[in-house]
């Protein structure tokens, strides 16, 4: 019930295309979904989050998507470029609880 | 002001002997999380700490891992009796609530056990 599964494990997309990574959770006490951003050799860092009371959270080239009655979330960079190369982790948590699981990531590499 | 420091960057161990892992938190940052990412693997939960406490442990393995955030200094991740598996990249994030929300990770500390 603590699990989040995170699609696919690896993904290359060309440059100027659309890159998706989905995950799926089971627990519906969950009300807090980041994306993390990590370079080799970096901490994660924050990328964009959301709450379950919007299906839809945009920031720049960054989207999130939220189906609540499936429990998926999902990332989508637009138009994305060689800098977005890195791996992506989704993660949740709930209202007061202190810790976050994440998903297993995915290893993006965009082709120039 | 600096973000979340960890040393050291990289720690060979061998078999038997003791890691420790040590992170500071950013300023005015009074609540610190310890996560495990293995090779190839999400991060996992260890430990939550705020000042001279532990506040939730249940990520932490019961035997010869230990954790503390003592009231001056940085919070120190210790493992006795290093194996192999115990290989793996450690990190700290800090935050200024008691929220997953307020999150700021540190570059971490790559273990690898010999």
């Given at each position: 019930?603590?699990?989040?599964?995170?699609?696919?494990?690896?993904?290359i997309?060309q440059?100027g295309?659309?890159?998706?990574?989905?995950?799926?959770?089971e627990?519906t006490?969950f009300?807090?979904?980041?994306?993390?951003?990590?370079?080799?050799?970096?901490?994660p860092?924050?990328?964009?989050?959301?709450r379950?009371?919007?299906?839809?959270?945009k920031?720049?080239?960054?989207?999130?998507?939220?189906?609540?009655?499936a429990?998926?979330?999902?990332l989508?960079?637009?138009?994305?470029q060689?800098?977005?190369?890195?791996?992506?982790?989704?993660?949740?948590?709930?209202?007061?609880a202190?810790?976050?699981v994440?998903?297993?990531?995915?290893?993006?590499?965009?082709?120039? | 002001?600096?973000?979340?420091?960890?040393?050291?960057?990289?720690?060979?161990?061998?078999?038997?002997?003791e890691?420790?892992?040590?992170?500071?938190?950013?300023?005015?940052?009074?609540?610190?999380y310890?996560?495990?990412?293995?090779?190839?693997?999400?991060l996992?939960?260890?430990?939550?700490?705020?000042?001279?406490?532990?506040?939730?442990?249940?990520g932490?393995?019961?035997?010869r891992?230990s954790?503390?955030?003592?009231?001056?200094?940085?919070?120190i991740l210790?493992?006795q009796?290093?194996?192999?598996?115990?290989?793996?990249?450690?990190?700290?994030?800090?935050?200024?609530?008691?929220?997953t929300?307020?999150?700021?990770?540190?570059?971490?500390?790559?273990?690898?056990?010999?």
């Amino acid at each position: 019930q603590q699990q989040v599964k995170q699609s696919p494990q690896s993904l290359i997309v060309q440059k100027g295309g659309i890159s998706i990574i989905n995950c799926a959770y089971e627990n519906t006490a969950f009300d807090y979904f980041p994306w993390y951003q990590q370079f080799p050799g970096k901490g994660p860092a924050l990328l964009i989050a959301i709450r379950p009371d919007v299906s839809e959270k945009k920031e720049g080239r960054f989207t999130i998507s939220f189906n609540k009655s499936a429990k998926q979330f999902s990332l989508h960079i637009m138009d994305s470029q060689p800098g977005d190369s890195a791996t992506y982790f989704c993660a949740a948590s709930n209202s007061g609880a202190q810790k976050l699981v994440f998903g297993q990531g995915t290893r993006l590499t965009i082709n120039p | 002001n600096a973000g979340v420091m960890q040393n050291p960057r990289h720690l060979v161990r061998r078999r038997g002997q003791e890691a420790r892992l040590r992170c500071s938190p950013m300023k005015g940052h009074s609540h610190v999380y310890w996560y495990r990412q293995l090779p190839e693997e999400g991060l996992k939960f260890m430990v939550y700490l705020q000042k001279e406490n532990i506040i939730d442990e249940s990520g932490m393995p019961k035997e010869r891992f230990s954790a503390e955030f003592p009231k001056e200094g940085p919070s120190i991740l210790r493992i006795q009796q290093v194996v192999r598996g115990d290989s793996a990249a450690y990190f700290c994030a800090s935050s200024p609530y008691a929220q997953t929300y307020g999150y700021t990770f540190g570059s971490g500390t790559r273990l690898t056990v010999v």
